[in-house]
C-alpha cells in the first residue's frame, strides 16, 4: 500500500492537489522506512516528481510541514483522507492550513 500510495501522489500534485499528495507522499515514505521495504524505482520517481512540483507551488516551510504531518499519521488514514470525496468542488486544496482536514460539513453543496 504504501508504495501505491506514493505513486498516487504525483496525479494528485498535477492537478494541485498538494496538501494531499504531500501527506501521501510523507506517509508512504514514512511506512517504507519503518517496515524496512526495498524501494522501487517507480517510488523513486514519484518522490522526485512529487517533490519539484511542490517545491515549486510552495515554499520549503510549508512543503516539510505537509510531509510531516503524513508522516506523523498512519498511512491507511492518510489514503483514505487523500481518496475521499471531501475535497472543495472548486479544486482548491488544503495546503495553507497544513494541519486543517476539509471535511465533508465543511464542503457547500448545492
Given at each position: 500500500m504504501a508504495?501505491?500510495?506514493i505513486i498516487i501522489a504525483w496525479p494528485l500534485a498535477q492537478r494541485g492537489q498538494l496538501g494531499r499528495s504531500a501527506r501521501l507522499l510523507g506517509a508512504g515514505l514514512e511506512f517504507q522506512?519503518?517496515?524496512g521495504a526495498t524501494r522501487e524505482w517507480m517510488d523513486h520517481a514519484s518522490e522526485?516528481?512529487?517533490s519539484d512540483?511542490?517545491?515549486h507551488e510552495l515554499d520549503a516551510k510549508n512543503v516539510e510541514a505537509l510531509f510531516e504531518e503524513g508522516r506523523s499519521r498512519p498511512l491507511e488514514e492518510v489514503v483514505r483522507d487523500a481518496l475521499s470525496d471531501t475535497q472543495p468542488r472548486d479544486g482548491s486544496d488544503d495546503t495553507n492550513h497544513p494541519g486543517q482536514l476539509q471535511h465533508?460539513?465543511?464542503v457547500g453543496h448545492s
Open positions: 508504495s501505491s500510495a522506512k519503518t517496515a522526485a516528481a512529487v512540483i511542490l517545491h465533508e460539513s465543511s
